[in-house]
């Protein structure tokens, strides 16, 4: 089965950086697009970013402009570039498939917090 290992998450303060990095093993799907899902507390998971086999992004309003998401198909891995973090950032980030929606086996998110 597909798996998805995140990292890269931490405490920043607001205008601060994070790069997020998301492996994936198992499957090959992840190449066609792939998303970055914001879950906080009481909240359902939210698309915040997607990359499709074509290189296409989409960012949710509230991102654009601040976040940069890529992939490496050579190293089966997702990437978030966020930068001039603001507290509404804070929240859990997973990635898992765009393109046909997310696969039900999600992975153990990183943890973004953004706080002064």
């Known amino acids: 089965q597909v798996q998805f290992v995140e990292s890269g998450g931490g405490l920043v303060q607001p205008g601060g950086s994070l790069r997020l990095s998301c492996a994936v093993s198992?499957?090959?799907?992840?190449?066609?697009?792939m998303g970055w899902y914001r879950q906080v507390p009481g909240k359902q998971r939210l698309l915040v970013a997607s990359?499709?086999?074509?290189?296409?992004?989409y960012y949710v309003d509230s991102v654009k402009g601040r976040f940069t998401v890529s992939r490496d198909n050579a190293k089966n891995m997702v990437y978030l570039q966020m930068d001039n973090l603001i507290p509404a950032d804070t929240g859990v980030y997973y990635c898992?498939?765009?393109?046909?929606?997310?696969?039900?086996?999600w992975g153990q998110g990183t943890q973004v917090t953004v706080s002064s």
């Open positions: 198992g499957s090959i799907e992840w190449v066609f697009g």
């Open positions: 898992n498939r765009f393109i046909g929606g997310p696969v039900p086996n």
């Open positions: 990359v499709t086999y074509r290189d296409e992004t």
